[in-house]
Nanobody, 114 residues
Framework: QVQLVESGGGLVQPGGSLRLSCAAS????????MGWYRQAPGKQRELVAA???????NYVDSVKGRFTISRDNAKNTVHLQMNSLKPEDTAVYYC????????WGPGTQVTVSS
């Protein structure tokens, strides 16, 4: 039973940057198949970035070139570096397995506004 807690969100102006972190306790079943998801108000949760089972990184088209997913195996953490943020990036961001499995963490709010 792995516990996932996201942090690093906040209020940022368009064009700004944020770095999200996902801290895991317990155990992570897959080291490669992890992803970041987001859910905007009134919208379904969507995948934005992921490590595939083959160890490659994939991104939804809307964030390509702006977001970077990474991990620190020693610290058991996953990160999402978000640059050139846009208002449409505003959402609650979550980490989970890819495909998602088990319980979701609390998420972290990202608000991009001028």
């Amino acid at each position: 039973q792995v516990q996932l807690v996201e942090s690093g969100g906040g209020l940022v102006q368009p064009g700004g940057s944020l770095r999200l972190s996902c801290a895991a306790s317990g155990t992570i079943f897959s080291i490669y198949a992890m992803g970041w998801y987001r859910q905007a108000p009134g919208k379904q949760r969507e995948l934005v970035a992921a490590f595939t089972s083959g160890g490659s990184t994939n991104y939804v088209d809307s964030v390509k070139g702006r977001f970077t997913i990474s991990r620190d195996n020693a610290k058991n953490t996953v990160h999402l570096q978000m640059n050139s943020l846009k208002p449409e990036d505003t959402a609650v961001y979550y980490c989970n397995n890819y495909p998602p499995y088990g319980l979701w963490g609390p998420g972290t709010q990202v608000t991009v506004s001028s």
